[in-house]
């Protein structure tokens, strides 16, 4: 039987494989009970062009908690504004393995109604 966390990154492969042949710039997320974490990598992948959590400074004493939808939405918000400034408008979302729905879903569409596409 394949253990949960080898599950998800085999799930997780899939998806970047996908989107690296695709040759679109990727917003990947990763969760933890703690906190959420967003990054939108250049199309090759190898470059980090923004980033935004849970964890930053700023955030960690407006929040209660960064474990839950409300800080998944603020997130999505954060990268959404931080890709604008960049000029990026389209990205792949890369889920990491992670269902859509709760708090992965709360960030994409606080991401999508900042105007992020994807």
Known sequence: MIQKRAARLRRAGQTRR?????????????RT????YAQIFSAEGDKVLASASTAEKDLRGKLPSGGNKAAASIVGQRIAEKAKVLGIGQVAFDRAGYKYHGRIKALADAAREAGLKF
Request: aromatic residues 0%; proline residues 0%.
């Open 33 to 36: 009970n703690s906190h959420i």
């Open 18 to 30: 996908r989107v690296h042949q695709q040759k679109a710039m990727r917003l990947s997320v990763h």
